[in-house]
């Protein structure tokens, strides 16, 4: 494995001095101010030093990448039982290229004695509720066809309590899987388990026969026809396992995405796990700016509870303080946190400016299913949990008919028929939520600035304090790719204009910009409350 530059080698330095290629000429020209011309020795764009961070050489296609992530109970029902299923995923592909998304991440398909599924029973076959292993090589197989990828969940942190192998040795010192476990009493009936649940006893990662056995059953997967691993609570796994996970992976599957998730706000934690070996980690630290916490509702920079320059940091450590290449994973909810509808009080307006900081803004994005036609949930304080934010997905306006998963249908639910949220109310209404995603997934794919990892904050957007923006910009060699796009969120309750005149890169001329998500509409500078302005300056 190729050892990465440890934490202490990274030094953080200021914005002004991060690598920023020079503009191309013609980039030169659109941002020329016209009371400063420039020579051609004057640069435009923020100057740069050498940037001595350590690199990782994460996969090409990942850079492209958007993910989707999929609750397979809660999906498709191809053979109609009430559960969600492999085949129903593959048949609901051409949904899931129509947000952009090229790439579907799986929560756990094994085997397991919980609905979640993170209690694994068998990591090497699929859950039969969802299938067979060959309907998993048939939607791996339909996925390539399309050049999409698939990414399933790793779960190395524990075990469940129906593992054969645990099963063996709770209560039998003498098992020969009694070292494969956390006991904690002579009896061996007592264990370490994650958070203390029973269902999820902890392996024992000091035993080298554990980490064998769980990173051949992560090669099991790659050879099935997975393009990579999201390595499930990576927090709670001596890094040495991900580092020897990763050699044991790159050595077979170069191409193979290790995508983590390190749930913490401290940027030095995920440091840590980039150099242990990860290609990716989920942005919690930028989530967490977005939201507050997984169970909050109406709170952080999105609600405006918190400043909107807390969203800066996570996008400055992607330039200055991770190593060159480390990808983040932007996300605005998930299987484990509120539904990001929710937590931004049902306001459309919200949900759009999510949505677009998760599809236009640096790092790769995530869809959480459902999310596009904002799905409502809240995680609930019992007897019901989770559940709540892995509803059935809303195919039908009736919530009736082919493909609806029924598995989960409390009075409780959150998601009701006819309130407006399925795709089949929002598939024909062009200012939908769902076509709105769309606009922004054939944006992304339509403009390499938005792909680019070539941008830089705005220290500040004059007029508007509760405000972050930022330009995103893009060059070719024969500078058909040239173009600088500008984006600015507004959090605040109150109409705002901008003026991006003094920034580093600007002034740009406003007359030469063209608006990004309102084609039909002249360019302007002012933005609605919980509004977003996204302009372009094409070659
Ligand atoms: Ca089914
Ligand atoms: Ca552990
Ligand atoms: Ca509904």
């Not at 969940?153 to 054969?164: G, L, M």
């Not at 606009?439 to 405000?467: N, W, Y």
């Not at 919980?530 to 070659?539: D, E, K, V």
Request: charged residues 20%; aromatic residues 10%.
């Amino acid at each position: 494995m190729k050892r990465l530059v440890s934490a202490s080698a990274v030094v953080l330095i200021g914005l002004t001095s991060c690598r920023l290629p020079a503009p191309a000429s013609s980039v030169t020209a659109i941002l020329a101010s016209p009371t400063t011309p420039p020579t051609p020795s004057t640069p435009i764009l923020p100057t740069s030093t050498p940037d001595t961070r350590p690199r990782i050489d994460s996969p090409a296609w990942l850079k492209d990448a958007v993910l989707y992530e999929i609750f397979p109970r809660s999906f498709y029902d191809a053979d109609g039982n009430g559960i969600g299923d492999l085949a129903g995923i593959a048949q609901k592909l051409d949904y899931i290229q129509s947000l952009g998304a090229n790439t579907v991440w799986l929560t756990p398909h094994y085997p397991s004695n919980t609905y979640h599924g993170y209690a694994v029973t068998d990591y090497l076959t699929v859950n039969p509720d969802f299938g067979t292993l060959d309907d998993f090589k048939k939607l791996a197989a339909e996925l390539h066809r399309r050049d999409m990828r698939l990414i399933v969940d790793f779960v190395a942190n524990h075990a469940s309590n129906e593992h054969p192998y645990f099963k063996d040795a709770l209560g039998n010192p003498a098992s020969q899987y009694a070292d494969w476990f956390q006991f904690t009493n002579a009896g061996h009936t007592e264990y370490k388990s994650f958070y203390g649940v029973q269902e999820l006893p902890e392996w024992n990662h000091d035993n080298p026969a554990v980490n064998d056995y769980l990173i051949n059953a992560g090669l099991f997967w790659l050879e099935a026809g997975a393009d990579g691993l999201r390595c499930d609570y990576a927090i709670g796994v001596d890094r040495d396992f991900w580092a020897q996970l990763r050699a044991s992976v790159k050595a077979k599957h170069p191409d193979a995405v290790l995508l983590g998730e390190v749930w913490d706000a401290a940027p030095a934690r995920l440091l840590r796990y980039f150099n242990a070996g990860f290609d990716a980690l989920f942005d919690f630290p930028w989530y967490l700016s977005l939201s507050s916490t997984a169970e909050a509702v109406g709170k952080g920079v999105l609600n405006g509870t918190a400043l909107a320059s807390e969203l800066q940091g996570p996008y400055r450590l992607m330039q200055l303080y991770y190593p060159i290449g480390a990808q983040v994973v932007r996300f605005a909810s998930n299987h484990d946190t509120n539904r990001i509808a929710s937590a931004a009080l049902g306001d459309p307006r919200k949900m759009k400016q999510a949505a677009a900081l998760a599809l236009l803004t640096p790092g790769i994005p995530m869809i959480y299913y459902g999310e596009e036609i904002g799905m409502a949930g809240i995680k609930g304080t019992g007897p019901i949990y989770d559940e709540y934010v892995r509803e059935p997905m809303d195919w039908a306006a009736g919530e009736t008919g082919s493909g609806m998963p029924t598995w989960f249908r409390p009075n409780s639910q959150f998601n009701t028929p006819n309130d407006g949220i399925s795709v089949e109310e929002q598939d024909p209404l062009a200012d939908s939520l769902l076509n709105f995603y769309r606009q922004l997934g054939q944006l992304r794919a339509a403009h390499p600035a938005l792909r680019s990892d070539t941008f830089t904050i705005m220290e500040a957007v004059k007029g508007c304090t509760t405000c972050i923006g930022m330009w995103r910009w893009s060059k070719s060699a024969d500078g058909a790719d040239n173009e600088l796009i500008a984006l600015v969120f507004n959090f605040g309750g109150d109409a705002v204009t901008v003026d991006l005149s003094d920034q580093a890169i600007a002034p740009a001329s406003l007359a030469s910009a063209q608006p990004l998500l309102e084609p039909t509409s002249a360019p302007t500078l002012a933005i609605p409350p919980h509004g977003i302005l996204a302009l372009h300056w094409p070659a």
